[in-house]
């Protein structure tokens, strides 16, 4: 049985990453080469000939065709073999997996299971990646570490209080209780944390300007097993949303993508969206570089982590608590998921 869950949609790259050059890239432990055929469509073929196992990533793209390095096989966009040097025939069952995928909101989303169920209309919404209402900061973290260490990091921010210090976390994210809700169909974890009259850490007041106290909203939602988004909402405090809008506040959406490379990889494409200060490109830079921060603390420590789970023997006990609700709901639902 594979470790990941198969028959879902995960974000396999950024939509400037597949071109006209091969890319090679492991995704719920399968390689897989991506390109774009001459009309800009991405492909996406497993990474390994037919013929003796050669990555076709080593190859050449000839117009729309990969041709295999080692003897010269040439594979479609189909991933079906049309060439075999030395002889006439091309045996019937010379071909590659292709995967199918979804090129929307500046990701390429890639179905690894079962082809017959890729469905288009499963793909989660992530539109303010690419949406004139909003700005957007990104970035992929390639993470050394297994996939549920991720879910775990993503899923309690009370994180931010201590190993966030001084960039974006403050004493009260951990004070302050939060709710967690699963939906009914089993499809979603939330949790929220709202928190009034709060310190303004650096990552919102050298982008918003705006100056303790504010109000600070955390809405989080998951979808298991592969997008994560951080709804937030900072304002002055006292500022309420009225019924025509929310005007005096800013909001920001912080963005994972997580794919598992391996079973002790994880790809993490992330982006900051905003809906302030839309044109301004120190704002750009500045969340950009705050959150990359952000990101690395979060990679160094799950480093760590990683070769401390990897070494334990299998059964140690960990010790949950109150801040552990939102990561257990997700544990359980990736379980069902498997
Ligand atoms: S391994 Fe690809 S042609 Fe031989
Ligand atoms: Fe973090």
Known sequence: ?????????????????????????????????FYRTNDGRPVALADRCVHRRYPLSLGKLDGDQIECGYHGFVFDCSGACTFVPGQDRVPRTARVPRYQLVE???????????????????????HW????????????AYSPFRYGLLVD???????????????????????????TE?????????????????????FYERTTGFTTPIDRWQDVEFQ????????VRVA??????????DKGAAHVKIIHGLTPETENSTWDFWAVTRDFALDDESVSHTLLTLNQEVVQQDLDALTVLEKVVASE??????????????????????????
């Open 1 to 33: 049985m594979s470790a990941f869950p198969q028959n879902y949609w995960y974000v396999a790259a950024w939509s400037n990453e597949v071109g006209r050059q091969l890319l090679s890239r492991t995704i719920c432990g399968e390689p897989v080469v």
């Open 224 to 231: 298991p097993p592969a997008f994560w988004v951080n709804n």
């Open 236 to 245: 002055p405090h006292g500022v309420v949303p009225t019924p025509d809008g």
């Open 153 to 179: 990091n993503l899923m309690d921010l009370s994180h931010e209080t201590y190993l966030h210090a001084g960039l974006i976390g403050t004493p009260e994210i951990a004070r302050t209780p939060f709710t």
């Open 104 to 126: 929307r909101d500046k990701w390429i989303w890639i179905w690894i299971g079962d082809q017959s169920k890729a469905d288009p209309a499963l793909v989660p919404d992530a």
């Open 313 to 338: 023997p299998p059964g140690t006990q960990e010790l949950s608590v109150a801040i552990d609700a939102g990561g257990l709901a997700a544990r359980e639902m990736l379980r069902k998921l498997l």
């Open 182 to 202: 699963v939906d009914h169909e089993g499809k979603r974890v939330s949790f929220s944390r709202h928190m009034a009259a709060v310190e303004c850490p650096p």
């Open 129 to 140: 990646l690419d949406d004139p209402e909003w700005a957007s900061v990104e970035d992929l």
